[in-house]
């Protein structure tokens, strides 16, 4: 088999069941190309139609004749994707012994009519869509304009979910799969594998627990894109600490102090001050100044600042405290009543336990049980019944064979010379035959007259045995011995 026999494959199914609401009929086609998988929705008008893939080497005249008559009728309203992770490795393993199975079928779910399963080698997905309901209900508005002004409602909006419902393991091809109609079994997907093996898979429970990853997923995006409650942090994480803004100038004041030594007070009177006592006193005070002074009044800046930094911080985190308290308190009630809440299901799930059993022993009760017995019997009466059909045309071909020579044996067509005798006799046995005959015939007429007498001296015994007379009684008796003995004789 070439790789252009397998590189791609298309099958369609119908799809929807009653979604359509008698307007429009659902399909589902799925194609093969590569390492993906197409999967498309679509409708078509009319209520009951018949969905059917187009024959490959149909004619050209055929194709356009029925492209024409087609053509416009119908649209796809969704569409999924499937990547099949089969490597290369094990499809060239597997190429010869799956070189008759397609790459991907399609089995819809006969208990749910949102649902199908796609099926390839290597895995199976489910995909849940209500496409087909909205596009009906999107078209009912269209074909009644009273409705259309009356209904003010929002139309739904197409939801369509896909998760992987079983993948096969290494050196592993999935053959086929069904889903169960049984109501005892549950909603369940049979696999057969290359292995032998038949998986079972709950749909259920992987559609539950799809669902829940994708709520936890979604809640982590949100809780990831939120930036509103990470804000605070920011602003935190690009304020510097204080003591990384006061350590330098804490430092500064330190060397300038430790440089003017020790500052006490001289004996000279302002009147008998010297320019050297003077540029000294001069020189000292811009170093107070320069590196005692200044520094000291940043650093009371930067308290300050700090301080109202602080303050608005501890209004923001009163409000986000009292914020959170009303969360926990609207937590607290929420609790509460799903406690209550979880309690009543629970006492209704238990009385639809109590009842789901009741109904399951009263249907196993009433589902008719067949014996071995029965069954081989009732295959020998369909055994019987197929014979009887076969032997039946050739009964009434018998019949009417044994009619027509019965007719052709009568007496007239013997002395007539009608009938004629296939074996070819001479003349004279055939003429032994023709007397043989006539006398026989002649002996059927005395029979015949023999047993209408017969019959009214019987007729006459029951009535006199009715009526009770005794002696007539034994003399039609004696009489009806008589005739048996010449009958005999």
Not at 169 to 198: E, F, Q
Not at 420 to 427: G, I
Not at 454 to 478: F, H, N, P, Y
Request: hydrophobic letters at 35%.
């Amino acid at each position: 088999q070439s790789d252009a026999d397998t590189s791609s494959c298309v099958c369609i199914e119908p799809f929807g069941g009653v979604a359509g609401a008698g307007i429009i009929d659902g399909f589902v086609v799925a194609q093969s190309q590569g390492r993906t998988i197409h999967v498309d929705f679509g409708i078509i008008p009319g209520e009951g139609s018949v969905i059917l893939p187009r024959f490959e080497f149909e004619s050209d005249g055929d194709c356009q004749l029925i492209d024409e008559l087609l053509r416009g009728t119908g649209a796809y309203v969704e569409k999924a994707l499937i990547k099949d992770d089969q490597d290369e490795a094990e499809e060239s393993k597997t190429q010869i012994a799956t070189s008759v199975m397609r790459n991907c079928c399609l089995v819809v779910d006969p208990l749910d009519a949102t649902m199908v399963h796609v099926s390839s080698k290597s895995r199976i997905a489910t995909i849940s869509t209500n496409a087909i309901a909205v596009a009906a209900q999107r078209m009912l508005p269209q074909m009644d304009d009273e409705r259309s002004n009356k209904n003010d409602k929002a139309l739904p909006s197409v939801r369509t979910k896909v998760w992987s419902a079983l993948e096969a393991a290494n050196n592993t091809v999935i053959l086929g799969a069904g889903v169960s109609k049984d109501v005892h079994l549950g909603h369940i997907l049979l696999a057969r594998l290359s292995s032998g093996t038949v998986e079972v898979v709950n749909i259920t429970a992987t559609q539950y627990l799809h669902e829940s990853s994708e709520l936890m997923k979604s809640k982590s995006e949100q809780l990831a894109a939120s930036g509103g409650d990470d804000a605070a942090l920011e602003i935190l994480q690009r304020v510097k600490p204080l003591h990384e803004l006061l350590q330098p100038l804490v430092g500064k004041v330190s060397n300038g102090l430790s440089k003017m030594g020790k500052i006490v007070g001289g004996a000279t009177l302002p009147k008998d001050t010297r320019p050297e006592i003077l540029s000294i006193f001069l020189e000292t005070q811009h170093s107070c100044e320069v590196n005692v002074v200044t520094p000291i009044e940043e650093m009371s800046k930067i308290l300050d600042s700090r301080r109202d930094l602080l303050k608005e911080m501890h209004d923001h985190q009163v409000a986000e405290l009292e914020r959170l308290t009303e969360l926990m308190e609207e937590f607290k009630r929420k609790h509460e009543s799903n406690v209550k809440r979880v309690k009543e299901l629970e006492a209704n799930a238990s009385k639809f336990a109590e009842r789901s059993s009741a109904l399951l022993t009263a249907s196993r009760s009433l589902h008719p049980h067949v014996t071995d017995a029965e069954a081989a019997y009732f295959k020998d009466l369909q055994r019987y019944e197929s014979t009887c059909k076969k032997w039946d045309e050739k009964v009434t071909q018998l019949k009417k064979d044994a009619s027509s020579s019965c007719d052709a044996m009568s007496a007239g067509a013997i002395q007539n010379g009608e009938v004629r005798c296939l074996v070819d006799l001479p003349e004279e046995k055939i003429d032994v035959c023709h007397k043989m005959l006539r006398g026989e015939a002649q002996l059927l007429k005395q029979l015949e007259q023999k047993v209408k007498e017969s019959s009214s001296v019987v007729e006459k015994i029951s009535k006199s045995m009715s009526r009770g007379e005794t002696a007539d009684v034994a003399r039609l008796r004696l009489v009806g011995d008589k005739e048996n003995q010449k009958m005999s004789i």
